[in-house]
């Protein structure tokens, strides 16, 4: 997948199947020999602009930029979204002169999408309101840890058809996974997410199946994912959500409906005693922290992949 150099990652449907697997693959060889890729960019700049909180993508992305050689640059933009002192084309011109690589957390999707237009440098979406890739990413290889290949894997996602739902969506259909998504109603993922899932799938033997019956999904699940029912941005809302949710958290009762060896899985941070309870989250089949440690790993490949540093420089000569 060397055609992956200069391009963004602003949604999981930016990858081809192929591109989805080069990835996974460099992914797990960047955290089993991480010295062999020390210098692969060395001097580059990765620019974050990030519009709302943030514990672990920021850490990741700052890591995984410092331990293969090049910097980042992290500007807070809590206070103020990305357009308004300067319009983003603006930002993007300025940006391409001095960077190598755009890491956006925004609340607009199209702010990444526009920044991603204008911009000659990849620009990488660490979060919008409409998908979270970089999580898929990491959590689809966290899944390959524990099962080998995910293909034919039945993972399910219970809860808010939110941002983290639709990228693992595509991501399970990209690897041939058989993804169930249960959501209240009113609360699924979005339409074209859904179709452009079911398109994928075609092709890979994998599969989307749509419920509003947390039981049937959970039940002979190999995995199952939730996420906070109230993303950030839409705290106003939390109340109303509460009741509507209620049914949909992930304890004890659910998970002894899916496969003994399943493993719970969430983004995090986790709302506790809302969508988890307590027993699960710590309980032996939670993941995780394994996912919060692939986060780093997951995206040192995607940084490789886009600056075009997938160059492996073996240890030995390294020091
Ligand atoms: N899961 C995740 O993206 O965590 P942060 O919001 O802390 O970055
Ligand atoms: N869906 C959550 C994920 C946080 C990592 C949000 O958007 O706030």
Known sequence: AKGLAGRDLCSITDLSVPEMAAIMEL????????????????????VMFFEKASLRTRLTFETAMNTVGGNA?????????????????????????????????TYSHDT??????????????????????????????????????VMGLKFTYVGDGNNVCHSLMLTAALLGAHCTVATPKNFGPKLDIIHKTIEIAENTGGSLTLTHDPIKAATGADAIYTDVCTSMGQEHEAARRAPIFKPFQVNEELMALAQPSAAFMHCLPAHRGAEVT??????????????????????KAIILMLLGGAKRIPSHRNR
Do not use: Y
């Open 73 to 105: 640059v992290f500007v807070d933009q809590t206070s103020s979204p990305l357009g308004e002192r300067e319009s983003i084309p603006d930002v993007a011109r300025n940006l391409e002169r001095w960077m190598n690589v755009i890491v956006l957390r």
């Open 278 to 299: 307590d027993a699960v989250l710590d309980g032996p089949q939670s993941v995780v922290f394994d996912q919060a440690e692939n986060r780093l790993h997951a995206q």
């Open 27 to 46: 992914a797990h060889a960047v955290k089993t020999q991480p010295e062999d890729f020390r210098h692969a960019l060395d001097a580059k700049q990765m």
């Open 112 to 149: 990444v999408t526009e920044m991603a237009e204008n911009a000659k440098i990849p620009v990488i979406n660490a979060l919008s309101d409409i998908e979270h890739p970089c999580q898929a990413i990491a959590d689809f290889m966290t899944l390959e840890e524990r099962f080998g290949s």
